[in-house]
């Protein structure tokens, strides 16, 4: 048996592979596979990459692509879900700020320094020709911590997956003034370049198990009651999530890698274009 170690963020994208686990299906091609949530994002899983503490991460694709031309030894293998992120600016609900423009030179809360919160903090601050090295940040850790910072006012606007964040929105603990979609594919699937070295036949086997996962993900009956129960969401909001969701086998392609670097090099989040070959590897 094949011991690997993944970890993701604990979010309806992932679902897929927690019902591979629930199935069994990875200990029956003799893997088992060691799922850890990890709520704190993608900067956490680019540091556990690099630790050793995890073989595999599902991430944002911006983040790790920031890291390993920072030199985290891992490989991105394929794309996980090809739609964009929708990443939802938001306030506290009793926030005077109403629009994205009153929120120019505000603090943002952000997860960790390199992560997705604060990788798409930059590039809405470039889509609203704002200054992006005039930007204050507000360290958070987690969702709970987004709450803490709006709530108190040690941070002025928030911006995570906007599903994810609906409850607080519903319930009046945030509002949402506007939306921020990736201008690429928002999840990818990483893994260190030892246990590619080590172990490619059962990343492999990984791979194609959570490929036809996703595969007929949406076709699993009353899929849309299931999330919604796991993730306390609304019915209907899962419903457009879904439809507005595409998963993924693909590689990462050349096209979009270049996409990705030279934003990053124009935030001047990167300071140097690393090589089709240093960041992605096809199994």
Known sequence: ?????????????????????????????????????????????????????????????????????????????????????????????????????????????ISRLGSGSQLMTYVNAQNQNWKTDQIPFEIVHTIDGAVNALTTGTADYFMWEQFMTKPLVDSGIFRKIDTCPTPWPCFVIAVREEILEKNPEAIQT?????????????????????????????????????????????????????????QLLELKIIDKIGTFEEIVKAL
């Open 206 to 262: 990984i791979l194609r198990i959570i490929n036809a996962k996703t595969k007929t993900f949406k076709q699993i009956p009353n899929i849309d009651t299931q999330l919604a129960t796991k993730y306390h969401l609304k019915k209907q909001d899962i419903q457009q999530w879904l439809s507005l969701t595409q998963w993924s086998a693909n590689p990462l392609s050349k096209k979009v890698l270049n996409n990705v670097q030279n």
């Open 1 to 109: 048996m094949t011991t690997i170690n993944i970890v993701g963020v604990p979010e309806h994208f992932n679902l897929p592979w927690q019902l591979a686990l629930d199935n069994h299906e990875f200990e029956t091609q003799n893997i088992q596979l060691h799922w850890t949530d990890v709520p704190e994002g993608t900067g956490k899983m680019c540091q556990m990459l690099r630790s050793g503490q995890t073989d595999i991460a599902v991430l944002l694709t911006e983040g790790i692509i920031k890291d390993i031309t920072a030199g985290n030894p891992s490989k991105i293998v394929q794309i996980y879900v090809e739609s964009p992120l929708i990443w939802g600016i938001h306030v506290a609900a009793t926030s005077s700020y109403t629009t994205i423009a009153a929120l120019q030179n505000k603090k943002a809360a």
